[in-house]
Each structure stands twice: as structure tokens, then as C-alpha cells.
T-cell receptor, first 117, second 107 residues
Framework: GEEVAQTPKHLVRGEGQKAKLYCAPI?????VFWYQQVLKNEFKFLIS????????ETGMPKERFSAKCLPNSPCSLEIQATKLEDSAVYFC???????????????FGSGTRLTVV | GQQLNQSPQSMFIQEGEDVSMNCTSS?????WLWYKQDPGEGPVLLIA?????ELTSNGRLTAQFGITRKDSFLNISASIPSDVGIYFC???????FGKGTRLHILP
């Protein structure tokens, strides 16, 4: 499709529970990015993929966060043992081009709002 | 770490007024991107800038890539109600966003 599809739109988890978020990039886009947007609107980069390979994971909290992009499946972001501070909107974006070429073409999904209670 | 500093944080203007916001960095960047985010939605790309000094328009929006490569501004002319939202500058060199400028339009 021509949009980045994120599911679910809203997710509520008790502290300590697992949360799994999904992202279907635009068909033909080989780069996928995950961002976390917290209450003060700040975007924090988490991880990016080129196809199924991790491209950049410098923003990823290693202990409880993991992500995958497997062939023929939506990409996923999983948080083990959620904490209150994980409450945020998680955005996925996809791109056809590498970040160092002229046309970035990043398209964002509508986000998943995770609330940890 | 590297940061993009956006100002102002918020703006209250009358419909029809022109708007100007900017973004600065202590580091040199090779790209500047301007996004708009509506409530409950993801950011949408407005304008992308790739060359120092470049001035690019998209309808009523105009953005410039500063000659020093450390700043950019976004102008909106003759604002309308649907311009309300949060505007973010971003650089994909290091995949970072500014903290946003929230635009309010007074009736």
C-alpha cells in the first residue's frame, strides 16, 4: 500500500507486561525507522533497518527493547517488562532511499500510543 | 549529543498573518527537513533542503537552508486554520528532530 500501517493504534499494558507493536512499511521501501515520541513532543530515534538487517540501533535501549523486520512480515518493536516511562507514541517510518542520497522520501505511520499503567 | 534548537516553542497568530520559525544547530548538517504533525497523526514532510543557501517553496510555505549549514527557517504566508499543528525541523544526517514549534491560530 501507499501508507505506513501501524498497529495497534492504542495499547495499554500493566507495568511489567510485554508490549509488541507492528509496522507494515510502504511496499518497495527497504528502510524502516522506529521513533519514540514522548509527552513533550520530542522524537527519539530508536532503530532503523535496511530490509531485514539492522542499519542503525544507536538509540535502542538494549535491555528491554528489541525489534525485527523479517521478510514477508510486518516489522515489530517489542518491549519486555514495560515501565511507566515507556508510555509514549511510537512511530514507524519507511523510505525507499538511503539517508545519504538526494530524495529521502520518509513516510511516517500514524503511530501506536502505548500507555503503561 | 547533537541537538536541533527550534524557536519559538509556540506561536499565537491571527488568521491571515505570516509566520516565521527557525531551527539552529551547533553542528553542520547536510540536509534540513521540515515536517508538520497534526494531532493523533504522524509527521508529514513539508519541505526538504539539501544545499546550503537553497530556498525552496511549497505553496504558501518557504524554507531556506542557511549558508553556514547550521540553521534553517520556515515561513508560512497568509496563515489559514488548517496550518494549526506542530512543526518540526529534522536532519536525517543523524536522524534527529527539533522539539517543535506549536502553531495556534486565533479566531
Amino acid at each position: 500500500g501507499e501508507e505506513v500501517a501501524q498497529t495497534p493504534k492504542h495499547l495499554v499494558r500493566g507495568e511489567g507486561q510485554k508490549a509488541k507493536l507492528y509496522c507494515a512499511p510502504i511496499k518497495g521501501h527497504s528502510y524502516v525507522f522506529w521513533y519514540q515520541q514522548v509527552l513533550k513532543n520530542e522524537f527519539k530515534f530508536l532503530i532503523s533497518f535496511q530490509n531485514e538487517n539492522v542499519f542503525d540501533e544507536t538509540g535502542m535501549p538494549k535491555e528491554r527493547f528489541s525489534a525485527k523486520c523479517l521478510p514477508n512480515s510486518p516489522c515489530s518493536l517489542e518491549i519486555q517488562a514495560t515501565k511507566l516511562e515507556d508510555s509514549a507514541v511510537y512511530f514507524c517510518a519507511s523510505s525507499q532511499f538511503r539517508r545519504d542520497t538526494v530524495n529521502y522520501g520518509y513516510t511516517f505511520g500514524s503511530g501506536t500510543r502505548l500507555t503503561v499503567v | 549529543g547533537q541537538q536541533l534548537n527550534q524557536s519559538p516553542q509556540s506561536m499565537f497568530i491571527q488568521e491571515g498573518e505570516d509566520v516565521s520559525m527557525n531551527c539552529t544547530s551547533s553542528s553542520i548538517f547536510n540536509t534540513w527537513l521540515w515536517y508538520k504533525q497534526d494531532p493523533g497523526e504522524g509527521p508529514v514532510l513539508l519541505i526538504a533542503l539539501y544545499k546550503a543557501g537553497e530556498l525552496t517553496s511549497n505553496g504558501r510555505l518557504t524554507a531556506q537552508f542557511g549558508i553556514t549549514r547550521k540553521d534553517s527557517f520556515l515561513n508560512i504566508s497568509a496563515s489559514i486554520p488548517s496550518d494549526v499543528g506542530i512543526y518540526f525541523c529534522a536532519s536525517m544526517d543523524k536522524i534527529i528532530f527539533g522539539k517543535g514549534t506549536r502553531l495556534h491560530i486565533l479566531p
